[in-house]
C-alpha cells in the first residue's frame, strides 16, 4: 500500500527536496514515522519529544482536515497526506 506524503517547502531542505515521500502505513501516523526513520531530521519537526504531532503542523488527507486524531486517521493505497505548516508569531 503506498501513500504520497507532501512535505511543505519550507522543510523539503530536510528531504533532499522531495516534494512529496512515497510511504507505506495504515495510519497517518505510521506514514510519518516512515518519513522520520528515512529523514531523522524531518522526525525532530514533525513530532515533539513525547511522540505527538507537533502544534505547528496541520495534516490533512485527501485535502480533509485530520484533525483532531490525526495521527491516528487511517489511510489506504492512492491517498495522500499534506504536511500544511502553520504560521505563528505576532
Request: glycine share 8%; net charge positive; proline share 3%.
Amino acid at each position: 500500500m503506498s501513500v504520497k506524503v507532501h512535505v511543505h517547502k519550507t522543510h523539503r531542505q530536510y528531504t533532499n527536496n522531495e516534494a512529496a515521500i512515497e510511504m507505506e502505513g495504515k495510519t497517518v501516523g505510521e506514514c510519518l514515522q516512515g518519513v522520520g526513520k528515512k529523514y531523522p531530521e524531518m522526525r525532530k519537526l514533525i513530532f515533539t519529544s513525547r511522540g505527538k504531532l507537533n502544534p505547528l503542523f496541520e495534516i490533512y488527507v485527501n485535502a480533509e482536515s485530520a484533525y483532531p486524531e490525526e495521527l491516528a486517521k487511517r489511510v489506504k493505497d492512492g491517498d495522500e497526506i499534506h504536511l500544511t505548516l502553520l504560521l505563528s508569531g505576532g
